[in-house]
């Protein structure tokens, strides 16, 4: 089992069914954790480490605020790309429509065929947001119920992080955990250092539990809702965050099982 400290200035661990007041779960849910455990080690493909486990230890007590920010929504098919290339928003009333397709027939266009523009015109629109600030984690990470052959999520991570190797890893992008914009200060492994500084620390560990109060997803289906799996447990003060959890009790990335 690997232990990480993870450090992140701002982040929203949005919830799964908030909509106009975008709502913030206390901890990273086990798919947020899987996803920023995979842009460490550079990996595209979400399926490659299948039953890993993972427990997130929320080591601080985040300040929480609300910020009122510009939401991208997939809703209204407004938006189309001219034979010259020009995009167009359209707004999608009736009568708006009919003159923007007259005005296109006088060019000796063909029809426009309208897709859904993201962030552009009807789909962007203010929504509150809950913040927490900063976030202070340690994540715990076991392989040992990976499907897929070696090397597992937890050898590459140790590469990833590790002076000498990790050279080897090949990745793109903001590291971030949860959204894009909430970009991960520091992340490192548990050294000396790092174990002298915590060794008397508490927190908040989220462990699996049959008749927890908090449910999070450990599989997220980003086309719909459907394929959404979840986990149920509940956020447990440990002592000493450098404990690590009881594996059975660690949330598996498993995107056809149903855990309780």
Known sequence: MLGLYVSVPIACFRKGLAREYLETEPIPPPATCYGFLLS??????????????????LINRPEQSVVLRTVWRCKDRNY??????????????????????????SQGWPEPEFVIGSGSGTNARPDFQQLLSPV?????????????????????????????????VHRFGGLSLGESTHLVDEVSLLSDRLRERFKERSG?????????????????????????????????????????????????????????
């Open 80 to 105: 189309w790309v001219d034979p010259n290339g020009k995009c167009h928003v359209v707004p999608p009333t009736k009568k708006t429509r009919d003159a923007f397709k007259k005005w296109v027939r």
């Open 136 to 168: 202070e984690l340690i994540l715990w990470l076991d392989s040992a119920s990976e499907s897929n052959d070696a090397p597992t999520l937890e050898a590459r991570v140790a590469d990833a992080l590790d002076r000498h190797r990790r050279a080897s």
């Open 40 to 57: 460490l080690v550079g990996e595209t493909q979400r399926q490659r480490h299948i039953g890993v486990s993972v427990c997130p230890v």
């Open 204 to 260: 908040l560990a989220f462990l699996r539990a049959d008749r927890g109060r908090l449910t999070l997803p450990v599989w997220v289906d980003h086309v719909g809702s459907a394929g959404t799996r979840y986990v149920i447990g509940d956020l447990i003060e440990v002592s000493s965050v450098l404990e690590p959890p009881p594996a059975p009790q660690m949330a598996r990335i498993d995107p056809d099982a149903v855990q309780e």
